[in-house]
């Protein structure tokens, strides 16, 4: 497995049983809101906002909650931000490379919290470009086992796009092109296997291996940013191995 497959676990765990649930609820309800303002407010015909309100469904948020952010999003309710997003770079401990995914009503405050998360603990920022090169925007679909086999996950996708398949233990990571996203999502449900989240993301495309120490640093530095309610993301390049990750938990 590669390292950004077992961190996406990691993710995918922390987001499941974080205390910071409110966080996370507030962060897929923006993601429901920029996605209808953005394609509109049809699920049906906006894949970006089905994946959202799908996304965010599966982590519990309450529906009142999606559906508001909905009508927000796409002016049948007022009240919507004004958000963009945006991206910054930088180094975490042992030469990791970081790319911040921001979405945020004020460009001052979020790249404030960013720089202090960063280099409060032992990181630094990065100029534009300087970073950004090693990772390459693709499309994620997570799909749980359940008695879905890898096979079954293959054949279905293989025709649609999909680049790779990879086992993360409690559910399966399809990798395709950006592109290529709502075909492989739809070949899954086509075929009837169920799916986690479906969205883009930025994947490394080389890793720097992390011992222990260096990893504890790491996800320091990941925590204190995904602590601020203006990121939304946090990619890495660190490789860090099942046992390692295993005992900093």
């Given amino acids: 497995m590669s390292g950004h497959s077992k961190w996406a676990t990691t993710k995918h765990k922390k987001a499941v049983i974080d205390a910071k649930r409110g966080k996370l609820f507030a962060k897929l309800v923006k993601n429901v809101e920029v996605a209808a303002r953005t394609g ?4 049906d015909g906006n894949p970006t906002l089905f994946d959202a309100i799908q996304k965010a469904k599966k982590n519990s948020v309450p529906l009142d909650n999606i559906e508001r952010a909905r009508k927000r999003g796409s002016g049948e309710e007022a009240g919507g931000a004004n958000w963009e997003t945006v991206m910054y770079e930088g180094y975490a ?3 990791v490379a970081l790319l911040v995914e921001c979405l945020t009503d004020n460009r001052n405050r979020a790249a404030s919290e960013v720089r202090v998360a960063v280099t409060r603990n032992g990181g630094s920022m990065a100029d534009a470009g300087s970073v950004s090169y090693l990772f390459s925007r693709k499309g994620v679909v997570i799909v749980p086992k359940d008695g879905t086999t890898e096979d079954d996950v293959t054949l279905a996708v293989l025709e649609a796009g999909a680049e790779d398949v990879n086992d993360l233990g409690e ?6 092109e950006a592109t290529d996203l709502v075909d492989v999502r739809t070949a899954l449900q086509e075929a009837g296997i169920d799916y986690e989240s479906a969205e883009t993301s930025f994947l490394p495309s080389m890793e720097v291996p992390v ?10 530095v990941v925590d204190a940013l995904e602590d601020s309610d203006d990121v939304q993301n946090v990619y890495t390049n660190a490789d860090i191995p099942d046992e390692i990750m295993a005992k900093i938990g």
Avoid at 171 to 176: I, R, Y
Wanted: hydrophobic share 25%.
């Fill in 40 to 43: 509109g407010g049809d699920p």
């Fill in 171 to 176: 559910s399966f990571e399809v990798v395709c």
């Fill in 93 to 95: 401990p042992g030469g």
């Fill in 211 to 220: 011992g222990e120490d260096d990893a504890k640093k790491v996800m320091r």
